[in-house]
């Protein structure tokens, strides 16, 4: 995958499947924010992305909200161009991601938090077919939020869509499904958390570590 002529991203194979939500970690720098965009459809690339032979609708929610958001309200943004929006759906989408008492502000004018869960609220509202992408969502999220947002990844799972996150947060990862740890060269470890997480030969290639507060009586810490 090129990045304008620099070759980001070669040779990665990989399958998610419907119901699952992947926590993508790594360094800066690896391609994690390119893979999401090629995933999403936004950058050009070599291979085949699609899900069962078809092109994913796969919604993306950018590490910086700022570049989606630009309505006058948080209403109006979340509405913004969707024909025939289900209002029921809008409404539950506010009541949970913590937006009620924003309705009616200018989205810029909200923490970054609250942005990305603007952001994520204008996604959710179109319904995409497949799943949603998730760029370091936990970025200026207090743990309440944090947890907000892994009840949500599960709820789409639970109706069979996809979630695919790339994130630094490490508790956060320890709650999802599956990591998959990222390095220059590709894929360096894929599975449950627990698995990974114990594979420090896969994070020492990559120049990161695994701290011992992820830990608590040997037991795996999670949101």
């Not at 069962?52 to 570049?67: C, I, K, M, T």
């Not at 979630?163 to 740890?181: E, F, N």
């Amino acid at each position: 995958m090129q990045l304008g002529r620099r070759t980001v991203l070669r040779n990665l194979n990989l399958t998610v499947r419907g119901g699952e939500t992947a926590a993508i970690v790594g360094r800066n720098g690896v391609g994690k924010t390119t893979l999401l965009r090629a995933l999403g459809g936004l950058v050009p690339y070599d291979g085949r992305i699609d899900v069962n032979g078809e092109r994913p609708d796969l919604g993306l929610v950018f590490q910086n909200a700022d570049l989606q958001l630009f309505n006058a309200s948080v209403r109006d943004e979340i509405l913004y161009r969707v024909d025939n929006p289900d209002m029921a759906l809008y409404e539950h989408l506010l009541d949970v991601l913590g937006l009620t008492r924003y309705e009616n502000t200018p989205p810029l004018l909200l923490s970054e938090g609250e942005k990305k869960r603007v952001a994520l609220a204008t996604v959710l509202l179109r319904q995409p077919r497949h799943g949603v992408l998730l760029d370091e969502p936990s970025l200026g999220q207090d743990l309440r939020h944090k947890q907000m947002l892994l009840r949500v990844a599960r709820a789409l799972n639970d109706a069979g869509y996809v979630v695919i996150m790339t994130t630094h947060d490490l508790a956060l990862a320890a709650g999802v499904d599956r990591i998959i740890l990222m390095g220059a060269d590709g894929f360096v470890a894929d599975g449950p958390p627990g698995e990974v997480f114990a594979d420090h030969a896969a994070w020492a290639s990559i120049g990161l570590y695994v701290p011992d507060w992820l830990y608590e009586d040997g037991r795996l810490t999670t949101l």
